[in-house]
Each structure stands twice: as structure tokens, then as C-alpha cells.
């Protein structure tokens, strides 16, 4: 739940997962503010910006544009990896 609730203060719609490593978020309106348009513009300028790896999970949605607002984050991760990714992510806060 530590990355879910860091996710949230940030300003994304979290939804949580009841029984895989990944929690999914919408991603939308912090990508408004960024002037991203989808989910891979916004996983890409995660990782190159922000040093974080998302997923852009448009690709397994059989209407691909359902997944746009989307991305997914794995969270079976040491403490240590989540603390930072947590602190960089931080960034993206209004």
C-alpha cells in the first residue's frame, strides 16, 4: 500500500490491485499538467526524466486508446528501491 498511497498524494487516481504485483493508476491529470498525451508519453518521460519505470499498459487493451490514461507500477520491490522511486516521483507533485 506504500506506493499506492504515494501514487495518490501525487494526484493520480489509484486503483488498487487485489492480487498481482502491480498497482494500476490513472495518470491523467498529472500528464495534463505535463501536456502528456498518453500512457506511453508518460511512462517514457518517467523514465527519462524522472528515473522511474512505469508500464504503459495500452498494449494488452484490444482498443488500445482504453489504457491511454493508464499506466502500471510493480511494487515487489525492496523497501530501498520503493523509498527512492518514491522520492523521485515526488517531483511530479503540484
Known amino acids: 500500500k506504500f506506493l499506492a498511497v504515494a501514487l495518490a498524494s501525487i494526484g493520480m487516481r489509484v486503483f488498487l490491485p487485489e492480487g498481482t504485483y502491480f498497482v494500476m493508476v490513472d495518470h491523467s491529470a498529472v500528464s495534463a499538467r505535463l501536456g502528456l498525451t498518453d500512457d506511453v508519453a508518460f511512462c517514457r518521460y518517467l523514465t ?6 512505469a508500464i504503459p499498459p495500452s498494449v494488452f487493451y484490444s482498443v488500445p486508446s482504453r489504457g491511454f490514461s493508464l499506466a502500471r507500477f510493480a511494487f515487489c520491490k525492496k523497501q530501498t528501491t520503493l523509498d527512492e522511486a518514491v522520492t523521485r516521483l515526488g517531483v511530479l507533485r503540484v
Open 48 to 53: 527519462q526524466a524522472v528515473r522511474v519505470a
